[in-house]
């Protein structure tokens, strides 16, 4: 008798109103959306404490004090970041060696656009001038607040890189306390699937990393595809770094065209190409967007691409990039306890594959 009750998480005597289920969901999404300074960077570090949970247990198994194991296995997520970082550095510093034929080009093209206007419209040249000069000094104030807006962007991610690397080191330290307070939380009965559920939390966090692997490997293939379909120099070097750089919400993607678009137009002395390069990492980006990455990580969570896309709409609505990363692993959790309620089976069939 006393497996059978323990085979659901949740055995409530009266199921929750479609009114009161309703105002929890507004609460918990406010909660969520006021709350996402603290719950951002607590989340990635919960995300990257399952991650590294097998290591350090492996490492603990064979010796080594738990402090220590902790602290190779944050720095070992420290190096793979630090190796993100120079790659874009690498990238940038790359683009400035082709600074002088990109500044050639751009004062070719300037003056060919000048004579074709002159020649086209009869537009006098000290007109375009004036209209130049115009937009660059517009373009100059209004470069001054996006520069202060980068500048406090990077200052807080590097502050919530710091938090979240000492917030997983304190869950990976503390986990048999938040274990046991979980196991609290829950009936006696119901304790064993509550360890169940951590467990499978755990792997599920696994797999949608080993997902994300999937869909950076799919997409390098198809970027290095497309850039050796174009004739481009190294499309298999520019395809992966873009596909790595896309780690970097918006601007990875952006930054990782600068050189494939500027070799390009250096190269073939043409406007095609560069506009090809952006043509393809755009097909690309979508694809990943709307297909692989609802493929490759919903299947592996056992997620259909339907709930998929609407978690990653509604996490960026909620916390913007982050949101889109975090928000498909908190969905799997959802499932991981509707699955054995049945007070929220429709719920497990609404975010499960159809059978």
Same mark, same amino acid.
């Given at each position: 008798?006393?497996?059978?009750?323990?085979?659901?998480?949740?055995?409530?005597?009266?199921?929750?109103?479609?009114?009161?289920?309703?105002?929890?969901? &507004? %609460?918990?999404?406010?909660?969520?959306?006021?709350?996402?300074?603290?719950?951002?960077?607590?989340?990635?570090?919960?995300?990257?404490? @399952?991650?590294?949970?097998?290591?350090?247990?492996?490492?603990?198994?064979?010796?080594?004090?738990?402090?220590?194991?902790?602290?190779?296995?944050?720095?070992?997520?420290?190096?793979?970041?630090? %190796?993100?970082?120079?790659?874009?550095?690498?990238? &940038?510093?790359?683009?400035?060696?082709?600074?002088?034929?990109?500044?050639?080009?751009?004062?070719?093209?300037?003056?060919?656009?000048?004579?074709?206007?002159?020649?086209?419209?009869?537009?006098?040249?000290?007109?375009?001038?004036?209209?130049?000069?115009?937009? /660059?000094?517009?373009?100059?104030?209004?470069?001054?607040? %996006?520069?202060?807006?980068?500048?406090?962007?990077?200052?807080?991610? @590097? @502050?919530?890189?710091?938090?979240?690397?000492? @917030?997983?080191?304190? /869950?990976?330290?503390?986990?048999?306390?938040?274990?046991? &307070?979980?196991?609290?939380?829950?009936?006696?009965?119901?304790? #064993?699937?509550?360890?169940?559920?951590?467990?499978?939390?755990?792997?599920?966090?696994?797999?949608?990393?080993?997902?994300?692997? &999937?869909?950076?490997?799919?997409?390098?293939?198809?970027?290095?595809?497309?850039?050796?379909?174009?004739?481009?120099?190294?499309?298999?070097?520019?395809?992966?770094?873009?596909?790595?750089?896309?780690?970097?919400?918006?601007?990875?993607?952006? /930054?990782?065209?600068?050189?494939?678009?500027?070799?390009?137009?250096?190269?073939?002395?043409?406007?095609?190409?560069?506009?090809?390069?952006?043509?393809?990492?755009?097909?690309?980006?979508?694809?990943?967007?709307?297909?692989?990455?609802?493929?490759?990580?919903?299947?592996?969570?056992?997620?259909?691409?339907?709930?998929?896309?609407?978690?990653?709409?509604?996490?960026?609505?909620?916390?913007?990039?982050?949101?889109?990363?975090?928000?498909?692993?908190?969905?799997?959790?959802?499932?991981?306890?509707?699955?054995?309620?049945? #007070?929220?089976?429709?719920?497990?069939?609404?975010?499960?594959?159809?059978?």
């Amino acid at each position: 008798m006393e497996i059978q009750e323990s085979n659901s998480l949740i055995n409530e005597p009266k199921s929750i109103s479609f009114v009161n289920g309703l105002q929890i969901l &507004v %609460l918990v999404l406010l909660l969520l959306y006021f709350g996402k300074t603290l719950f951002i960077p607590l989340s990635f570090a919960l995300l990257i404490s @399952f991650i590294l949970y097998p290591i350090c247990k492996w490492l603990e198994q064979k010796g080594m004090n738990k402090i220590v194991a902790i602290l190779v296995a944050i720095l070992g997520v420290t190096v793979v970041f630090g %190796l993100i970082i120079l790659l874009l550095y690498s990238q &940038v510093m790359e683009f400035t060696t082709e600074w002088g034929g990109f500044k050639a080009k751009v004062i070719e093209t300037y003056n060919a656009l000048n004579i074709y206007l002159i020649n086209t419209f009869g537009i006098d040249q000290g007109i375009q001038l004036d209209v130049f000069k115009n937009y /660059i000094d517009i373009s100059n104030f209004e470069a001054i607040p %996006l520069i202060r807006t980068v500048v406090i962007s990077l200052s807080e991610s @590097f @502050f919530a890189g710091i938090m979240i690397l000492v @917030f997983s080191a304190l /869950i990976l330290y503390y986990r048999h306390l938040l274990t046991s &307070v979980l196991y609290h939380l829950f009936p006696s009965k119901t304790k #064993n699937i509550s360890y169940e559920i951590l467990i499978e939390t755990i792997h599920a966090y696994y797999n949608f990393v080993k997902g994300m692997a &999937v869909v950076y490997l799919i997409v390098g293939i198809l970027n290095s595809i497309g850039l050796l379909i174009l004739g481009i120099p190294h499309p298999f070097l520019f395809g992966f770094i873009a596909s790595i750089l896309t780690f970097i919400p918006y601007f990875g993607i952006m /930054i990782a065209s600068l050189l494939p678009i500027t070799v390009s137009w250096i190269e073939f002395n043409s406007i095609y190409y560069p506009l090809g390069v952006i043509v393809v990492f755009s097909i690309v980006q979508i694809l990943e967007a709307y297909v692989i990455f609802p493929m490759a990580v919903g299947n592996r969570l056992k997620i259909n691409a339907l709930a998929i896309i609407v978690t990653i709409v509604i996490g960026g609505i909620l916390w913007g990039a982050a949101g889109m990363i975090l928000f498909i692993p908190f969905v799997s959790f959802v499932k991981l306890i509707a699955d054995r309620s049945p #007070n929220y089976k429709a719920i497990s069939i609404l975010l499960g594959e159809d059978t």
